[in-house]
């Protein structure tokens, strides 16, 4: 079975409003495939709604902090209960507090577990079975380097990272009879988004690559089946790269 056509699908995105997410919500709609765009952000994402409404994709802005379940688990009931079940579900919202572990408060370490980690698990539970019932679905969750190795002042990112990738490899499994295919993207570069701007060295800075280079790769995670790929972390960069190219060999 070749990938899905995404044009005219649902994906549910979270952390639209900014950054890599702001950068995949441009791409897929390019593509044609509607969206619902979750993030705390109301102005944002409510701006971006409306630019993509006069492109003619259909687009929902859904303001939620991820950190609050229940608010959470109640905006993707009712997004469903709207669109149907989505062809995919992407978490991109995250935040990351560099901050010395002594100075962590268990509140404020909470909030950012909250976002990262219980956030897929109310995503991923909100649309599983609406997905199981379609017969197909692709849940993708943005890993990170944090997810696999540890880092100074990230007491809280680093195991919410590492808590996210666990998840996918559960889900991964359990989805795989449903055909629902779960799994995760690493950026592979560092990107030029608010969340570097607060933490990453000069080295790094000069690093830095537009979002828009890495939005490729989830167009095609979008569109992909459990048969096709599950359970796998995928460089977003690397893959968008081969992405690239084969579009522009096609061209030539
Ligand atoms: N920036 C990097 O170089 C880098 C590297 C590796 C992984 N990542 C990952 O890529 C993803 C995107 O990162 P980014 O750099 O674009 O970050 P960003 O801070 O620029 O954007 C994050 C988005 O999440 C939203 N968000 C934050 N808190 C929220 C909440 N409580 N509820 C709902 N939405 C909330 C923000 O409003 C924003 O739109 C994240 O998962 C991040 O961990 C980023």
Redesign the pocket.
Known sequence: MGLHDIRGQWCFL?????????AIARELAARGMNLVL????EG??ASLAHELLALGIQALPVV?????AAGTQTAVAEAVRQVGPPRALI??????TPRPFREWTFEGWR?EL???LQ?AFVLAKGVWEPMIAQGHGSIVF?????ALRGFPLESA?TPA?HGQEGLMKVLSIEGAEFNIAVNTA??G???D????W?H?TPEMRER?IS?SRLAPAFAYLAALDAEQATGLRFDAFQLSEAISLRTEAARA
Do not use: E
């Open positions: 979270s952390g639209a409003a900014d950054g890599l997410g702001n979750f993030d705390v952000q944002k994402v939620a902090d991820l950190a609050d978490h991109d919202a995250a935040v990351l909030r909250d976002i990262i956030g943005i890993s990170s380097g944090s990112y990272k690493t950026t570069a560092p990107i988004t608010p969340m570097s607060g990453y830095m979002p």
